[in-house]
């Protein structure tokens, strides 16, 4: 099963563990936006879409405002193709977009169960977005929850190069959908 590996605004720099994994695992894949610096969700999600068409089933993992992109997916038919997600440090693209308007398409939020097996990695002392509206999204979109306690944006300035839980977050994704379900009314 392929991962595909979606990160967020200006993309994931050398060393990052998005950038880690696409080294060490051949079956991953870059989701390649054609302008990291300046995002544009229809344009972001059509090359989405367009990967996903290209490898149905795959596990979605994804950074900051990758996340973001990620939770917009879920209400477009080629939603049925994702076997999963794993969503880390996603952004506060609300926030954002009040801040600079190139992130303007991403908001607001989506609020609403996402349809796909999901969990959102977020931590206490992310600059990016609070923990409890992390932890709030979450609930929303279905999503199992993972606290970081303080990891920062959970990138290569909070010191993640490789990152090995990150592949067994994914793994848990691989599983049937029933034991995901199993496990979350546990």
């Not at 076997?83 to 954002?96: I, N, Q, T």
Request: aromatic fraction near 8%; include cysteine.
């Amino acid at each position: 099963m392929t991962t595909l590996i979606i990160p967020g605004y200006r993309g994931s720099e050398k060393g990052h563990w998005q950038q880690q994994w696409l080294l060490e695992d051949e079956t991953a894949r870059l989701v390649e936006q054609d302008d990291w610096d300046n995002p544009v969700l229809c344009q972001w999600l059509h090359v989405l879409e367009a990967t996903l068409a290209e490898t149905p089933g795959a596990v979605l993992v994804a950074h900051s405002l990758g996340c973001v992109l990620v939770t917009h997916l879920a209400s477009r038919p080629s939603a049925a193709h994702v076997a999963g997600a794993v969503l880390v440090a996603p952004a506060d693209a609300e926030r954002m977009a009040v801040q600079d308007s190139r992130f303007r398409s991403f908001a607001p939020l989506p609020r609403h169960k996402l349809g796909f097996p999901s969990i959102v990695v977020a931590s206490r002392n992310d600059p990016y977005m609070s923990f409890n509206k992390a932890e709030a999204l979450a609930g929303v979109w279905g999503s199992g929850f993972v606290d970081m306690k303080n990891a920062g944006h959970i990138n290569i300035e909070s010191g993640f190069g490789s990152w090995p839980e990150a592949y067994i977050l994914a793994d848990s994704m691989r599983r049937p959908q029933q034991d995901f379900r199993a496990q979350r009314a546990a």
